[in-house]
Each structure stands twice: as structure tokens, then as C-alpha cells.
């Protein structure tokens, strides 16, 4: 196929190869493997700026998007691609092989750090770049321990602060080494944080000094740029609904009193929440109907999310993707008449063939590199994620360019619970990511 380029992937090529490294903030659906690839392509054959790259991405991502882009495409024929996947024999192969792109899963970057006795890699892509967010992650530390061997650091990601402004010192550490946001993250957040939500010495939550966002977007304005799909793109439109449910009483009872006492008592058995995060994983569990002892064991608290789901998959009389949190919902989902767990090729395959009604997905694993358009266009949430980027990723496998119809998400939610807790956290986290992408959004006059 021939690749004619929108003028905006023109302009995000051209970004790439005019800056030593960049941080490339692009919306999915805006073709950002093509555009990475065809820049690297003249850095190895035209301009001769690279000889050997390695490109980290998410598992599924790595498998098959980046080898299949490069098969796509006519203008990148010929370019040889090794996958560093599966086993430690088969990555040891792959390293042997005669390439000029390597392709890794994110969670083997620590191995291949040790495995290598001399790096030789000179320009690294980091594919979700914001899966580098955290300073404390293995993979993080040995990206940093290589850091200085690297020439050209390509960072790519929709969701550059999906948590807060906090996500990106990390991450742009691993383009530029420190030189905006500072060498620490003590640094960075000593200048352009204070303490916010505190016990004693442990802050839990960090708020931005004033002025400091405007400080920090303008310090990254001239290695990164924001690209949205909807500036770009002819997008389907899209409804957000919430239809909420409301607990029984006993339902209601066990839920208020582990929200009161971090403990109560179900089937007889004591269940506790030991710190905060396990008092709102339990009340995230009440909320979708069942609570684990500490055995992992399940007790039943009520139906009423799963009634919600079956009566909006008859009304809907059309196919389902629906996204669950806890395996407990897994275990009540896959009863469901038509229902299919996401779990391989396969699955995708039927599903965009009309095979499937009921499509049963993890954000975790199914956010990432899937074109599920064909398939649906109905999003449900039967547990909501913290995680924005997970939560845009996932809606982005049907909210994407092809989707012929109006893509419809909703929220199944437990009226006055945690559950409204996570929604209005997504909302607040997208408000802060946003502005960021709008600080940073693409201008010509810039590139």
C-alpha cells in the first residue's frame, strides 16, 4: 500500500527528525507507528543519523503492530524487524538476528539491560512512553542505567499525565535526561509542587505551585507536541451515559459499615480492610456485588449491576464490549448467554466478524493496540478503572476512525459509592491531562 500522508503526519515526521530526541503526545487513530517508522527509515537509509533501534512497546503492540505497519506500508519494504519475544532463547536469537529495528515488550527491558554486555542501540522509541511514569519501576531504572549511551530518544504516547503533572518528570527524564524538569524527581517536585493531601511526614497527594503548569509546558514546548484526533480526524460521535443502580438493604448495610469501620461481616465470614487501598478496592468490590476474604474467597452481596448490564445488552440488540475490574466479575459475566472472554486472536477476529455479542475485556490488557471498530460500537463499564489512561485506551478500541456508527459508553455505577468516586477522579484527571495536551498542542509555526 502506498502511504500518502496527512499534512499533519508530515509535519510530525519532519518533528522527529528535526529534534535530537521528542516527546510526540498523539491521540489514537492518528497513525503514530507509520509516522515513528517512516522516520526512522530516513534516519537509517537517508540521512544515516541511526544504525541500530530498539523499540519498547506493550506486549500486544509489540507482536504485531510494528512488524505488520512495516509490511503495510510500500515505502518501508525492506526494512527487517527482530522480535526480542517469547522466551529467553527465542529473545537471545532475536538479538542475533540481522535487523534494523528490534522490538521489545516493556516488561523484558530489565533483562535485556542485563543480557548485554555493550549497548547497541543508538536511538530507542519508547511506544506508551507514559508506562514509564513511575521513577521507582525496574524498568524505568534500567532505561535510566543505559540512558547515556542512547543518541535519540523517540517518546510516544496519548496519555502523557493520566494521573497528574507528577507522571512526567520520569517520563521525560528518559528523552532528554533531566535537562527540563530537572536530574530528581526531588527536584522537580520541591519547584513545582506542594503538599497536599498529607499524614505526618507521607504525602499522598502533591498540588502544583501557581503558575507552575505554565512553567513546566513551556520548559517541554520544545521537544514535545500534542496532536488530537479530533483536530485531525473525522471521529464518529459519542454519548456517555451513567445509569445508576441502587444496593439492597443488606447490600447497603455491609457496604456503609465497611465504609464507617473498615470491617463487617458476610456469610459469617469477618472481611477487613487493612489500609486504605484495600478499605476502596472492598468498597469498589460491595459496589459491583461481591466482597473477598482474605482467603480470596467470594461471597455474594447482590445482582444488581448484572441485572443493569442484561437489561441494557436486550434493549440494545446489538453487540457488546464490556469491561470489568475484579475476576469475581468475570466469573458472573461469562455466564452471560453469547458472552466470550477477550483473550486472543481469535476473539478478535470473531468479534469483528459479527461472531460475538458479549465481548468480556480487561482494561489492562485489552487498552492497548486492538481495532475492535468493526465488531461494536456499545461500551459498558462494569467496574470503572483509577487509571485514565487505561480508561481512554479501552474506549479508544471502538471510539476510533472507521467506526461507522455513534459509539455509546456507559458507566454502570452504585449510587452513592465509590463507584462515583472513581468517575469524578477520571474527570478530574482528564481536565488536568487535557490542559497539559492544549499547552503543548501542534502549531505550525513551531515545527
Do not use: C
Not at 511514569?133 to 549511551?149: C, I, T
Amino acid at each position: 500500500m502506498i502511504f500518502k500522508p496527512h499534512d499533519y503526519q508530515e509535519r510530525a515526521i519532519e518533528f522527529i527528525l528535526n529534534h535530537e530526541n521528542s516527546a510526540l503526545f498523539l491521540d489514537m487513530g492518528l497513525g503514530k507507528t507509520v509516522i515513528t517508522l517512516t522516520a526512522l527509515y530516513s534516519m537509517l537509509f537517508d540521512r544515516f543519523t541511526a544504525t541500530k533501534v530498539l523499540v519498547i512497546a506493550p506486549l500486544t503492540v509489540a507482536w504485531n503492530t510494528w512488524s505488520l505497519e512495516a509490511e503495510k506500508w510500500e515505502h518501508l519494504q525492506g526494512l527487517k524487524i527482530s522480535k526480542i519475544l517469547g522466551t529467553a532463547a527465542e529473545r537471545r536469537k532475536a538479538l542475533q538476528e540481522d535487523a534494523e529495528i528490534y522490538v521489545i515488550n516493556r516488561e523484558n527491558v530489565v533483562w535485556l539491560v542485563k543480557e548485554l554486555k555493550t549497548w547497541p542501540f543508538d536511538v530507542v522509541v519508547i511506544d506508551e512512553l507514559s508506562s514509564f511514569k513511575s521513577n521507582q519501576s525496574k524498568r524505568f531504572k534500567a532505561l535510566k542505567y543505559v540512558r547515556p549511551y542512547i543518541d535519540h530518544v523517540i517518546g510516544l504516547t496519548g496519555t502523557p499525565a493520566s494521573n497528574s503533572m507528577m507522571d512526567l518528570w520520569a517520563e521525560m527524564y528518559l528523552v532528554d535526561q533531566g535537562e527540563r524538569l530537572g536530574k530528581t524527581l526531588t527536584w522537580y517536585r520541591s519547584n513545582y509542587f506542594k503538599p497536599g493531601w498529607s499524614n505526618g511526614y507521607v504525602v499522598y497527594k502533591w498540588q502544583l505551585l501557581p503558575g507552575a503548569k505554565d512553567i513546566i509546558t513551556e520548559k517541554l514546548s520544545d521537544i514535545s507536541v500534542s496532536m488530537s484526533a479530533q483536530d485531525y480526524l473525522s471521529l464518529p460521535d459519542k454519548v456517555e451515559t451513567d445509569i445508576f443502580i441502587d444496593l439492597d438493604s443488606k447490600a447497603l448495610k455491609a457496604y456503609q459499615q465497611l465504609e464507617r469501620e473498615a470491617l463487617t461481616t458476610v456469610d459469617d465470614m469477618e472481611i477487613e480492610g487493612i489500609n486504605a487501598a484495600a478499605i476502596m478496592s472492598k468498597l469498589l468490590q460491595a459496589s459491583n456485588g461481591f466482597l473477598y476474604d482474605e482467603t480470596h474467597a467470594v461471597h455474594r452481596l447482590h445482582s444488581a449491576k448484572l441485572e443493569a448490564l442484561e437489561e441494557l445488552i436486550e434493549q440494545a440488540q446489538s453487540p457488546v464490549l464490556v469491561f470489568y475490574e475484579f475476576k469475581a466479575d468475570l466469573e458472573d459475566l461469562a455466564k452471560l448467554k453469547g458472552a466470550r472472554q477477550l483473550s486472543g486472536p481469535k476473539d478478535i477476529e470473531d468479534w469483528n466478524a459479527g461472531k460475538i455479542n458479549i465481548l468480556l475485556a480487561h482494561p489492562a490488557s485489552a487498552g492497548y493496540g486492538l481495532n475492535l471498530q468493526e465488531g461494536g460500537h456499545i461500551v459498558v463499564w462494569y467496574g470503572l478503572t483509577w487509571s485514565l489512561e487505561q480508561y481512554q485506551q479501552a474506549n479508544a478500541r471502538l471510539y476510533r476512525q472507521g467506526q461507522k456508527d455513534t459509539v455509546f459508553i456507559y458507566h454502570i455505577l452504585a449510587k452513592g459509592t465509590a463507584d462515583e468516586d472513581v468517575k469524578k477522579a477520571l474527570e478530574d484527571k482528564d481536565m488536568s491531562q487535557s490542559a497539559l495536551l492544549n499547552a503543548l498542542k501542534e502549531r505550525r509555526d513551531r515545527l
